[in-house]
């Protein structure tokens, strides 16, 4: 089933989405071109894209420097890793000739933009794909959350988790080998049975503001433009 093509959506890239699938962390040039070859395509259908990088799979390469360390400190390693990916990205997309700029909620003005709501529009109407790095700036806080933050603030019609699974399970399916795939499923019992969409915060935030989420394999070729798309897969919570 194809719904409606959204007007603009906000696209959270986990960490690992960028890491060689064989061992799981750092960046794989050609798995970021794939990436960001998706991403061109999806936004050539005239959907404007703004994108959440998580930094996963460089600060778990790190993880153990990480022992003991003050949490606030651990989550501003991880927020400096996000924006190593995000440069990544960007890069990709320009050398394919889509204009990209990269914002960051910690200043880096060497590197990136400052985030600022307004600006990060106004590069969505003119064709832009805008890279959101660093978080929300603030420690205790996922990527996830970011990407519900992020998606109410510009006005997204929908969020689009990518993740390494086909969609949300009713149990862990590594664990469970008889876990069922949801189509769809409520924020209330995604929050109520732990199922791990997202963080409590996000999907508490998503609900408020009636924002749904699509949940969905990125190992897949292609499953980025559909997502973009609006076709019906994965997972769907709302």
Do not use: W
């Not at 050609?30 to 936004?43: L, S």
């Not at 985030?115 to 003119?126: G, S």
């Not at 199922?195 to 990125?218: E, G, Q, W, Y």
């Amino acid at each position: 089933m194809t719904e409606a093509v959204p007007r603009r959506v906000v696209l959270k890239l986990s960490g690992e989405s960028f890491a060689d699938p064989a061992i799981g962390y750092g960046i794989d040039p050609v798995t970021v071109r794939r990436v960001a070859t998706e991403i061109a395509e999806a936004q050539a259908t005239g959907v404007e894209i703004a994108v959440v990088v998580g930094g996963g799979n460089i600060f778990r390469g790190v993880s153990k420097a990480a022992e003991g360390m003050d949490p606030a400190s651990a989550d501003y390693m991880g927020m400096l890793a996000t924006v190593i990916n995000a440069l990544a990205l960007r890069d990709a997309l320009e050398k394919i000739d889509v204009p990209t700029r990269v914002q960051s909620a910690i200043s880096m003005r060497q590197l990136s933009e400052p985030y600022i709501r307004l600006r990060a529009i106004r590069h969505l109407e003119k064709g832009r794909v805008v890279i959101f790095a660093a978080g929300t700036g603030n420690p205790f806080f996922t990527t996830d959350t970011t990407a519900a933050l992020r998606a109410v603030e510009i006005g997204a019609e929908v969020v689009l988790k990518a993740t390494n699974v086909d969609g949300v399970y009713d149990a862990d399916p590594s664990t469970h080998p008889d876990a069922a795939l949801l189509d769809e499923v409520t924020y209330l019992r995604v929050i109520a049975e732990d199922l791990r969409v997202m963080d409590s915060t996000a999907i508490t935030m998503c609900k408020d503001h009636n924002l749904p989420i699509t949940v969905f394999n990125i190992s897949k070729p292609g499953n980025i433009v559909r997502a973009v798309r609006g076709e019906r897969f994965g997972t769907l919570v709302h």
